[in-house]
């Protein structure tokens, strides 16, 4: 993630901070210690990526 996550943050400053938050969240959804926390982080995950889908389509 780290390459895509630069090269967007180089090419579109803009969305660095959101993608940042998306990374953030995906890289959450490893070593959850029950269920419950895996769904909570699956949803979290979910949401950044929809909040750095929304910003990217102002910007493409």
Same mark, same amino acid.
Do not use: N, W
């Given at each position: 993630?780290?390459? +895509? =996550?630069?090269?967007? /943050?180089? =090419?579109? +400053?803009?969305?660095?901070?959101?993608?940042?938050? $998306?990374?953030?969240?995906?890289?959450?959804?490893?070593?959850?210690? /029950?269920?419950?926390?895996?769904?909570?982080?699956?949803?979290? /995950?979910?949401? $950044?990526?929809?909040?750095?889908?929304?910003?990217? /389509?102002?910007?493409?």
């Amino acid at each position: 993630m780290t390459a +895509p =996550l630069t090269t967007l /943050s180089v =090419l579109a +400053p803009a969305l660095a901070r959101v993608a940042q938050d $998306a990374a953030t969240a995906a890289y959450r959804l490893r070593g959850v210690e /029950s269920a419950q926390a895996l769904v909570a982080a699956r949803e979290a /995950s979910i949401a $950044a990526c929809e909040r750095l889908t929304r910003e990217a /389509s102002k910007h493409f």
